[in-house]
């Protein structure tokens, strides 16, 4: 894939141009009311340089996962309502993505006006990326912009479909967050290391095994690390684990021994017996953990050894919690290591980036999330980014036309 043939939508003139912009307005609602705006902040300055250029903005999104048909609840309405506010100006909200009503309300959009497009996981062929739901979403522009780095690792129609149809460029988030990885994995200071975290091995398999090519020094923390010590014999107690993957992660270790990528493992932990808020805890080396417990995050040893790991690299991804950071105080591991990153970051010493799943949530928890050079929009698409693969969304982006 040759991502130096993204085109950048700056470049082009859009003065009057309908211009049908690929957003991920796909943020959590409750009640009617959007609970983090990240997405859409982020979303903002692209939009907002539209429309001074005199474009006539059409944005469109997925919301939810809809089975059948429209579905009132997830409808974009109060999503597009929360954009206006943040725009600082009105938003029109158009109830279908397609047809006579989406058409004439792009039609009738003076430069530098917006509207949003209902939900189009509403019509089938958008997931199926059906050539024909794409040629009647593309009635509504000119030109396409793609600006959803974050779904980019689904091939549907407002992904994929609309490159074969329209004039495609890349929108500006679209490119920082294709540029942060790229800097991170692609072009880095080295040296370079890489921490992933989370519950589950399982999911992250294939990510520990592309990231040990790419990396220096693999952290591994959280729930999943309790597989790599059941791996080397640890008896781990009643912790979390996935005993089916341990010739998983024993296969990770040598590959990594094999390629000079040094693996930094939890060395002490907090336990209890129970997985809940306010149960009496303590702080144990993980050669040492009773059997009636459970780990449930990385002791301070362990955190002192990742900071002196993290002060020898001037390059950080960072993918994952520690610990059960939901649940205080096994939080304080991942808060910990995070505010040292953070620190490195300021100081000029250290290149961070972050993203995937529940990492902004644990980095938004420590409070740093501001700190770091460079925060994903994106989950699912960040962590296919991680495993090499290439995103559908980025490669037809790359191959379209102009
Ligand atoms: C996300 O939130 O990860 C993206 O918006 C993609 O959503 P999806 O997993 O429902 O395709
Ligand atoms: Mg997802």
Redesign the pocket.
Known sequence: MELDHLKPIADVDVANKRVIVRG?L?VPVKDGKVTDTTRLERLVPGLRDLCARGARVVVIS?F??PKEGPDPALSLRPVAAELGKLLGRPIQFVPDCIGPVAESAANALGPGEIAVLENLRFHAGEEKNDPEFAKKLARCGDLYVDD?F??A??AHASTVGLTHVLPSYAGPLMLEEINALRTVLEQPQRPTAALVGGAKVSTKIPILKHLINKVDKLIIGGGMANTFLLSHGVDIGKSLAEPDLVGEAHDVMAAAKHRGCAVVLPEDAVIAREFRSGEAHAVVPTLAVPSNAMILDVGPKTVAHMTQVLKECRTLLWNGPLGAFEIPPFGEGTFALAREAARLTKAGFLVTVAGGGDTVAALNAAGVADDFSYIST????FLEWLEGRELPGVAALARAQA
């Open positions: 991920d796909n997925h939810g996962r959803a974050s779904a690792h689904r994106a989950g699912g698409a």
